[in-house]
Each structure stands twice: as structure tokens, then as C-alpha cells.
């Protein structure tokens, strides 16, 4: 690990951008919360979309290939394409030696990610998939009470969330681009579901496939190796994005949306009720983009807070969710 005075520990962290979509303007909006870190450059696939990603957030450099950004001075990359490009552009970025923060979820199942960490450390560098609920200051808010103010051990989890409103081009109803509610909404309750109930031990899974052949909604359960899990995605119907943790001398509600993280109410068995209000600030990116950036300036390859154990079986839990219903994408 580097000294405190060590050049990668003082260093101003220049960010690219491969995919300069939504998830990108977020992760632009919130760097810039995010001391010690400049937006360096950007590329797409579509050269006007990178053009004007960087006209809007005043970024210096627009490239006309992924090799050009790769070869330039940035010191890591965000990857914020659709999941069908996740694996690739991870596997190239760290091979150009650049740290990488991929957007969730980070391949499209396990076999892909094994390789994007085989990479990773190959070449010496730190790679995390970005969830970002963790890092929001109610849900370390929420940590931090139940171990002054107990409610037992968590044995069960409900999260969910089912969005109609979108609309008929939106990628997730895309096969060919990693689409469907599982990959697209799912992989921030498989997180709450792990994180709170530890290991998966078994998944099964009811749903319905929409004409284009992705989950059009689920309904997945769950056992871990400290309880069960319900969660639920889709994009036919609309629901309500809270989330329930239940243990034997209380239960919380963490309010919708729960993976932006505000407010979460306690109900003890002694009927007492504690209510918790945090709210986030540059609109969220900017707290696990800060880790991040603490983790490279440390000199350290992976996050204590998302481990790659837990990308894995985050994405072991979504891959046999949605092959359970027989969706399938192309090269798999």
C-alpha cells in the first residue's frame, strides 16, 4: 500500500467515459462533488452523442476511438454502455491499464466477469461494479442504528420494482443489449437481498417473457445462507420501489426509492417507531465514485464495500433468475 506522501496517493484522478448516456450524466453531475478528480474525456460509439455529452459538461476531449481514450492520460475509466458491451469494454480498459467503475451489472453472467477479474488482476488493476446504495448516507445511517438499536438478525428481505412508463425504444426491451428487468432493475435488490442475508444457496424464479423474448416480469425467490429473500422486477406493470428488512424484535422500511436512499422508518416489537431521514446531495453517484477514488489512491484493487465476491454472486443470482425463464442473449 503507498504512503500517504506515495505520487498515487496526492494524485488528481482523471476520469474517461466510455457511453456518454444517462447513467453518464449522473456519474458527470455527481464528479463534480467529488474533490481531487477531473473529467478528462469521453467516447461513444456515436460521435455526435460524445460531442455533445462534452459540450454539456465541459469536458476537453472527445476521441474518435475506445483505443485513443485508452492510450491518452486518463487514470481510470467509467463504463455506462448497455450490459451486451459491459465485459468488453471492462476487459479492454483494464488490459490500456486504466482502473475501471462499471456501471451495474457489471457482465452479462459470471463466466464474463470471471474474466474480467482474471484481467483485473493480470494487469494490476482495481476494478468495481457500481452500486451505489451503500454509499448513501441514510443506508450507512441505517448500519449504523441497528447496531446501537438492534431489531435481531435480518431473515428476510422484499425489494422491488416494476416500471411501465417506458417507453417502447427504451433499452431495456432490447434483447441484443443485455435487456430486461432482471439485468436492468434486478441487480439492486440481488445486492440488498446478499448483503443483508449473506451467501445464495437457491433461486427460483416465476415470470413472463415480453414478444422480444426478455423478462417482462419476475418474481424471484431466494434462500441465503441467513434467510429468504422476495424480489421482483418488471416492465409491464408499475410498483411501488421500497424495501422491507424483517428480523425477529423489529422491521424496517426503507422508503421508495430505496436504492436512492432517504428516509427509513423502524418498527420495534415494543411498539417503538424510529424514523430516519438522510438525504443525498449531487444526485448519489458522487458517494461510491469518491470511494472509488479513495481505493486508487490507496493502491488497492478491490472494494471493501462491493467486493468482487459479491459482483459474483450478484451476477450468478441474475444469470439463473432469468435462464430460469429462458432468456437468453446473443453469443451466450
Known amino acids: 500500500m503507498p504512503s500517504a506522501d506515495a505520487p498515487e496517493a496526492q494524485q488528481e484522478i482523471r476520469f474517461g467515459i466510455i457511453g456518454p448516456g444517462r447513467a453518464a450524466a449522473r456519474f458527470a453531475h455527481g464528479l463534480g462533488a467529488v474533490a481531487g478528480t477531473n473529467l478528462a474525456a469521453v467516447w461513444g460509439r456515436n460521435p455526435e452523442k460524445a460531442n455533445a455529452f462534452a459540450q454539456r459538461f465541459n469536458v476537453p476531449e472527445t476521441f474518435a476511438s475506445l483505443d485513443d ?3 491518452s492520460g486518463v487514470d481510470a475509466v467509467y463504463i455506462a454502455t448497455h450490459p451486451d458491451s459491459h465485459a468488453e469494454f471492462c476487459m479492454r480498459a483494464l488490459a490500456g491499464h486504466k482502473h475501471v ?9 459470471e463466466r464474463q466477469l470471471e474474466q474480467i477479474l482474471s484481467i483485473a488482476q493480470r ?9 451505489k446504495p451503500p454509499f448513501f448516507p441514510l443506508y450507512q445511517r441505517l448500519r449504523e442504528h ?20 417506458l417507453a417502447a425504444d427504451y433499452p431495456l426491451h432490447f434483447p441484443e443489449l443485455g435487456g430486461g428487468g432482471i439485468l436492468g432493475i434486478g441487480p439492486y435488490e440481488a445486492f440488498l437481498a446478499l448483503d443483508w442475508l449473506g451467501a445464495l444457496k437457491q433461486v427460483h424464479t416465476l415470470g413472463r417473457l415480453s414478444p422480444a423474448g426478455v423478462d417482462a416480469f419476475a418474481v424471484i425467490h431466494t434462500e441465503h445462507e441467513r434467510g429468504f429473500a422476495q424480489l421482483h422486477t418488471g416492465l409491464d406493470l408499475l410498483s ?15 422508503h421508495a426509492n430505496w436504492w436512492n436512499p432517504t428516509r427509513a422508518t423502524i418498527h420495534y416489537l415494543d411498539r417503538r417507531i424510529v424514523e430516519l431521514h438522510e438525504p443525498f446531495t449531487a444526485g448519489g453517484f458522487n458517494y461510491e465514485t469518491a470511494h472509488f477514488c479513495d481505493l486508487v489512491r490507496r493502491g488497492l484493487r478491490e472494494s471493501p464495500e462491493i467486493p468482487h465476491t459479491l459482483s459474483l454472486a450478484m451476477a450468478r443470482l441474475l444469470e439463473q433468475a432469468r435462464t430460469a425463464l429462458g432468456v437468453r442473449f446473443p453469443g451466450e
Open 240 to 254: 411501488h420501489g421500497d424495501a422491507l428488512l424483517s428480523a425477529p424484535l423489529g422491521y424496517v422500511l426503507i
Open 101 to 109: 467503475l462499471c456501471e451495474k451489472p457489471a457482465a452479462l453472467n
Open 146 to 165: 441497528l447496531q446501537t438499536d438492534p431489531i435481531g438478525q435480518i431473515g428476510f428481505v422484499r425489494a422491488g420494482h416494476s416500471d411501465s412508463s
Open 69 to 71: 481514450l485508452l492510450t
Open 123 to 131: 494487469h494490476d488493476r482495481l476494478f468495481m461494479e457500481a452500486m
